[in-house]
């Protein structure tokens, strides 16, 4: 599970920064100021994450069953709320409106608190 985890966390970093690229470069030119700041709170998040799953990958601090419980909820949340934070920010850009996929934003961004949220209860209930 760890190299799952660890190897997650690299591709979501790479993601992160070819879509940070992407965006500083060639979004720049088509979209607004305020759709490239959301844009680029998409990709902050996805790296927080990457380097989120990076650690917890190599911790020997958590059980199995912790880091699997984790890494999915990362997982789906990236997925989720970088994800659609992506499509709305590029709304524009294609004949879809992806607005209607708007309301999976903040359930993306549960599951990434709740991924934090268990790494805590993990650590405060683990026995020395």
């Not at 965006?23 to 994450?49: C, D, I, N």
């Not at 949340?77 to 709305?88: A, D, E, R, T, W």
Request: without cysteine; glycine residues 10%; aromatic residues 12%.
């Amino acid at each position: 599970m760890d190299k799952k985890i660890i190897s997650t966390g690299a591709i979501f970093g790479m993601i992160a920064i070819i879509l940070g690229a992407f965006g500083a470069h060639a979004l720049k030119k088509v979209l607004s100021l305020e759709q490239l700041s959301t844009f680029e709170t998409g990709v902050r998040y996805q790296m927080y994450h990457a380097v989120f799953l990076l650690f917890i990958g190599l911790t020997n601090q958590l059980s199995q069953k912790a880091k699997k419980t984790i890494y999915f909820l990362v997982l789906f949340g990236v997925i989720l709320f970088s994800g659609s934070i992506y499509l709305l920010a590029t709304n524009g850009l294609t004949p879809f409106d992806f607005k209607v996929i708007g309301f999976v934003t903040p359930i993306g961004g549960l599951l990434l608190i709740l991924g934090w949220g268990v790494l805590l209860l993990n650590i405060i209930n683990k026995k020395s």
